[in-house]
């Protein structure tokens, strides 16, 4: 079992930086991967940003990509999502997800393989 708590999110100003941080407990942290998922008022949740088990291989949104970066501690058990050139359009709720589940077809922008979700965290962006 995996619980996921996230936090970092707030008000700030379109051309303003955040960072997001999601705190994982369980023994699969450093087995799993992560990933950042996000919802927007009306919208289906689309995927973010992701991270393999060792960090080694990050993916990106293309609306997200050359402005977010993922990374994360295993040491901390915790996944950073670190958010510059915020836009309006970047408003939502932002979920972190784990996967433990090793597999040559899995897929890690696609939110049906995540088995375990944090509770969310809003940002707003104003313009």
């Known amino acids: 079992q995996v619980q996921l708590v996230e936090s970092g999110g707030g008000l700030v100003q379109a051309g303003g930086s955040l960072r997001l941080s999601c705190a994982a407990s369980g023994r699969t942290f450093s087995q799993s991967t992560m990933a950042w998922f996000r919802q927007a008022p009306g919208k289906a949740r689309e995927f973010a940003a992701a991270?393999?088990?060792?960090?080694?291989?990050?993916y990106y949104a293309d609306s997200v990509k050359g402005r977010f970066t993922v990374s994360r501690d295993n040491t901390k058990n915790t996944v950073y999502l670190q958010m510059n050139n915020l836009k309006p359009e970047d408003t939502a709720v932002y979920y972190c997800?784990?996967?433990?589940?090793?597999?040559?077809?899995?897929?890690?922008?696609?939110?049906?393989?995540?088995?375990?979700w944090g509770q969310g965290t809003q940002v707003t962006v104003s313009s």
């Open positions: 991270i393999s088990r060792l960090g080694v291989s990050t």
């Open positions: 997800a784990a996967e433990p589940r090793s597999s040559a077809y899995f897929n890690a922008r696609e939110k049906i393989e995540y088995s375990y």
